[in-house]
């Protein structure tokens, strides 16, 4: 069975939103866009290319799709993301596209939990659910989600769209491989693990 892997880029208070560049997603006002790369480095780049190599495709909600389908096509050549990104299958959860066109896109039909269901059952390797916070929090709600890679940068916006926003559902996390970077980022790669247990000393 295939696994669903949610990639995500978060600041110290978990925003999620626009890491890219000042215009990737300017939604609600949001003015901090930009924000991971002076607060990144190789090691979290090495990373971030490893959650890339050991998955076959990406699944992706409609406005982390149309930002990606706007850049990587005519992306540099010689970045190596640029191959892989374009390479790989991607699976789009949209309610309002009807048509995708970057190369090795497929539009999900009818209800997205049974589409991801169907996926999670098909022959392949895993498939990363990148940016895409609203299909995130869908997949969460449903226990879809079998495994979080996540960095976590020194860095506090303040504002902003979340991974974990408010009504998320409670649950533990296994960690797998928890590091930090020499830049003091953290890359924690985590299992769901039941729900959370409760104490007081």
Same mark, same amino acid.
Request: glycine letters at 28%; a positive charge; zero cysteines.
């Given at each position: 069975?295939?696994? +669903? +892997?949610?990639c995500t880029f978060l600041t110290l208070d978990g925003v999620m939103q626009a890491? #890219? #560049?000042p215009d990737e997603d300017a939604e609600s006002g949001f003015v901090h866009g930009g924000w991971q790369k002076p607060v990144s480095d190789d090691e979290v780049g090495a990373s971030i290319a490893d959650w890339y190599e050991r998955s076959d495709a990406?699944?992706?909600g409609r406005k982390t799709y149309e930002i990606f389908a706007s850049y990587w096509p005519t992306a540099d050549p010689d970045n190596p993301f640029t191959h892989r990104m374009n390479s790989m299958h991607k699976y789009?959860?949209?309610?309002?596209l009807t048509s995708v066109e970057w190369q090795n896109s497929t539009l999900l039909e009818g209800d997205i939990v049974d589409a991801v269901r169907k996926l999670k059952a098909s022959d392949g390797g895993d498939i990363n659910v990148v #940016?895409? =916070? @609203?299909l995130a929090q869908t997949l969460m709600r449903h226990g879809l989600v079998d495994e979080y890679r996540m960095t976590i940068h020194p860095v506090i +916006? =303040?504002? @902003?769209k979340r991974l974990f926003a408010d009504g998320a559902i409670p649950a533990a996390l296994e960690p797998v491989t928890v590091s930090t970077a020499k830049g003091g980022t +953290?890359? #924690?790669v985590y299992r769901p693990n039941g729900k959370p247990s409760y104490d007081s000393y």
């Open positions: 069975m295939r696994e +669903i +892997i949610v890491p #890219g #560049g990406m699944l992706l789009v959860a949209s309610r309002t #940016g895409s =916070g @609203g +916006i =303040g504002s @902003g +953290i890359v #924690g």
